[in-house]
């Protein structure tokens, strides 16, 4: 008889615990979960390097270049023959904060102090408020970033950079 009322309480709470209605998330699709991203290949960045170096030559300047892919990381970095030190250091921070902030370094520089919200970018980590950092656009998109130091100037690392563009593929330095 024991045994008969513990069976019925049990199937009792067994049929409870199978019925109860348990929220399903909803599917999500693919494109929620995943994305596609362009970015810079390292053809790219050879081509660009030498289209960069090019016009150093032309300018009579010797400098170090960076070029970052989407993701920030550094797909190819060079320094010239005499080049200081401090200037490879200082492109892969100047492409890094073009790439970051998604705006030249020069315009940067220039915009800094003349908004509040701007003023303290100088003090965040890695980034570095000194013109020759480019975005790297495809299709309107940001796919990298260049950065120039040694130039000489402010204006001829950021002519400099923007020697890296390849327009014959929709490559460019500028938002289309």
């Known amino acids: 008889m024991k045994l008969q009322i513990l069976v019925i309480m049990l199937s009792s709470c067994m049929y409870y615990g199978q019925n109860k209605n348990e929220e399903t998330k909803p599917l999500l699709k693919i494109e929620d979960y995943v994305k596609t991203t362009k970015t810079l290949t390292l053809s790219a960045a050879w081509e660009m390097s030498e289209r ?3 016009m150093a030559s032309k300018m ?3 400098v170090s270049l960076a070029i970052l892919d989407a993701s920030g990381t550094t797909v190819l970095l060079l320094k ?3 080049v200081g030190p401090h200037n490879t250091d200082a492109a892969r921070k100047k492409a890094f904060t073009a790439l970051s902030t998604k705006t030249p370094t020069l315009l940067l ?3 800094a102090d003349k908004k509040t919200e701007t003023r303290n970018l100088n ?3 890695d980034l570095l408020l000194l013109s020759g950092g480019i975005p790297i656009y495809f299709k309107g998109e940001i796919i990298g970033s260049i950065g120039v130091a040694g130039g000489g100037s402010p204006e001829n690392d950021d002519l400099i950079a923007r ?3 390849i327009p014959e593929y929709g490559i460019t330095t500028k938002i289309n």
């Open 80 to 82: 010239d023959d005499m």
């Open 163 to 165: 020697a890296a563009a």
């Open 52 to 54: 960069v170096l090019s």
């Open 123 to 125: 003090t965040v980590s």
């Open 109 to 111: 520089l220039r915009n």
């Open 60 to 62: 009579d300047k010797k």
